[in-house]
């Protein structure tokens, strides 16, 4: 009597086999489909931020934030206090946590080897002695390495702009008045006919995070609360929508982004992300070095009050160099913290050739009297930086720098000793004593730096080669390369 097969049996009574592999076979093809669909999700929800609710975000971000910290306790980092010699690591590093396409990679890759070139050219320049018609005034460091570095910023640089961020605080700023010059950037670099912009963030050597620091207070600080909270929390939130839609945040922990604020707050609302406030490039008016602005990584950017949106009328056109100056020194402003205060208790209405005023008459200007001066005094307020220090360079006035722990602007390409003088605290008592001795020969030598280092200082609209635009972008591109001219 013959027996029936089984479907799977091959005659040889390996049917539990053959049943066995086909259910394994079904098995794995039901779990690389689930694995392929969670994936899925994931990259949904992390590229489409707007379209996920609250909670998705939520738990990526925080699975971010596991990865980040791993990274630092890795190292043996604290997440607020990352030494300086970690900083050129983080820039150098080729960490990404978010896998990347090889042809990403190929970009990276030639990204780093045209900064290569441009390290290694500006070196061979640097090592020259340099024409000396190429150091008008003396006002550069080393002429050669600065302008090698600018023809190589001009030639490669590619700035990504993130078009995140509501319009109100973000993509605008202030293009008057004191905090100028926060949005003038903003507006060139959004706006402005420039070549650096590019809309391909692969092809980037760094990230702009455009958000307005002096906007955040105008809108989200409650006035007296002395609550700077809500300014890091912006700051934090920005953040994460960056690092959670975009890949490029994660991969240097922010060390190729930037940000840029004239508002003195500014440095508290980086505080908002540890990695940003340590890692990324800060570009701050409060360039205090006692206060966590590290010039290694960091740019100081120059103040300029802008009136109605322009340079006094006065300072545009300086008088020639032959017309006389009767004050030695001249000074007028507020009673904002000890620098001043020092200042105005040895010098305040005690000498009529060195004037220091807390309140300007009403029959004088300050313009008018920084033209018929030879030095103007630029002492700290509350914060390190002062717009007359730029009013000073526009008038041809030599400025005096009265500063605890201010990092000069530009001071990695500039000079400042061929067109300020520069005096400390502890000297304000023989202040008048120290400019007196300045001979005329050194003092026109000063006059003639400030002529030359103007252009550098300039707002134009449209910007222009060397201008302050410009310069901002130099000193961010020598942190990008990582380099000291």
């Not at 205060?341 to 050739?353: A, M, P």
Request: glycine share 6%; proline share 6%; net charge positive.
């Amino acid at each position: 009597m013959m027996t029936k097969k089984s479907s799977g049996d091959d005659g040889n009574g390996n049917g539990g086999v053959y049943g066995y592999l086909g259910v394994l076979c079904c098995v794995l093809i039901v779990s690389v489909i689930a694995v392929v669909s969670i994936r899925f999700s994931i990259s949904r929800s992390t590229f489409r931020y707007s379209s996920v609710d609250s909670a998705s975000v939520y738990s990526i971000v925080e699975l971010q934030k596991k990865v980040i910290a791993a990274a630092v306790a890795n190292q043996n980092i604290p997440s607020r206090a990352i030494a300086a010699s970690d900083v050129s690591v983080y820039r150098n590093s080729s960490f990404s946590p978010i896998p990347r396409k090889s042809t990403v990679v190929r970009k990276d890759d030639k990204i780093e080897e045209g900064l290569a070139r441009a390290r290694a050219a500006i070196r061979k320049v640097a090592a020259g002695v340099g024409n000396l018609s190429m150091n008008p005034g003396g006002i550069y460091r080393n002429p050669g390495a600065f302008y090698q570095s600018y023809k190589e910023m001009e030639r490669r640089f590619k700035v990504y702009i993130y078009e995140d961020g509501d319009f109100i605080m973000v993509h605008n700023g202030p293009c008057k008045d004191i905090y100028a010059s926060e949005g003038r950037f903003i507006s060139e670099m959004e706006h402005g006919n420039n070549k650096f912009r590019t809309s391909d963030p692969h092809s980037a050597h760094v990230y702009f995070m455009p958000f307005s620091v002096t906007w955040m207070v105008k809108f989200l600080y409650v006035p007296l609360s002395y609550n700077l909270t809500p300014l890091k929390e912006f700051v934090s939130d920005y953040v994460r929508l960056i690092s959670t839609k975009y890949p490029f945040w994660n991969r240097t922990h922010g060390a190729d982004h930037f940000m840029l604020s004239c508002h003195d707050w500014a440095p508290v609302a980086s505080k908002g992300n540890d990695f940003l406030y340590n890692t990324s490039i800060r570009v701050l008016c409060n360039a205090n070095s006692s206060e966590g602005f590290n010039a290694q990584k960091d740019v100081s950017l120059p103040e300029i009050y802008l009136y109605n949106g322009v340079v006094s009328p006065k300072l545009q056109s300086p008088p020639p160099t032959n017309i006389s100056r009767p004050y030695l020194g001249f000074f007028a402003g507020g009673l904002h913290g000890h620098v001043r205060k020092t200042l105005f208790d040895h010098w305040k209405g005690n000498d009529s050739d060195l004037r220091v005023y807390e309140y300007l008459p009403k029959d004088m200007d300050y313009p008018s009297e920084m033209l018929r001066s030879k030095f103007c005094l630029c002492p700290s307020g509350y914060e390190v930086a002062s717009p007359r220090v730029v009013e000073a360079i526009y008038a041809e006035c030599v400025p005096v720098m009265l500063s605890d722990h201010y990092v000069f602007p530009f001071s990695d390409v500039l000079n400042w000793d061929a067109f300020s003088v520069q005096v400390n605290i502890t000297d304000i008592p023989r202040l008048k004593e120290i400019l007196v001795a300045v001979p005329e020969d050194k003092y026109m030598k000063l006059k003639e730096g400030l002529r030359a280092v103007r252009k550098h200082f300039e707002l134009n609209r449209p910007a222009l080669r060397f201008d302050m635009f410009h310069m901002i972008l130099h000193s961010i591109w020598l942190r990008r390369l990582n380099l000291r001219l």
